[in-house]
Nanobody, 128 residues
Framework: EGPLVESGGGVVQPGGSLTLSCATS????????MSWVRQSPGKGMEWITG????????YYADSVKGRHTTSRDNAKNTVYLHLNSLKTEDTAMYYC?????????????????????WGQGTQVTVSS
């Protein structure tokens, strides 16, 4: 396993919920802000949320604001993405990443800049 391991994805009906986890290792987790990015079929990488190193502040993309939230447990070196009121357009591969804070937000650059710490992603499929 690599330094970032995402899990928790699956198939869910519209309106449902999922919680994704990103377990980290190999770096000092408490020193880094973390973000979640996603890639939908046929689309580029989209930044959706970032949380600061302490876990007391976060930013959200307009596409997910009010539906999804992020949190972290620094004792477990893990960051979470809580997906609520899921829509078909949330179908994507979800990745966690290190980030700056405020977040960089440019989805297409995350793998290039933070690719040393990159996971395999976890697939979320929203379908009735």
């Amino acid at each position: 396993e690599g330094p970032l391991v995402e899990s928790g994805g699956g198939v869910v009906q519209p309106g449902g919920s999922l919680t994704l986890s990103c377990a980290t290792s190999g770096f000092t987790f408490t020193k880094f802000a973390m973000s979640w990015v996603r890639q939908s079929p046929g689309k580029g990488m989209e930044w959706i949320t970032g949380i600061n190193s302490r876990g007391d502040s976060a930013y959200y993309a307009d596409s997910v604001k009010g539906r999804h939230t992020t949190s972290r447990d620094n004792a477990k070196n893990t960051v979470y993405l809580h997906l609520n009121s899921l829509k078909t357009e949330d179908t994507a591969m979800y990745y966690c990443s290190q980030d700056s804070y405020p977040p960089m937000r440019e989805g297409r650059r995350y793998r290039d800049i933070f690719g040393e710490y990159w996971g395999q992603g976890t697939q979320v499929t929203v379908s009735s």
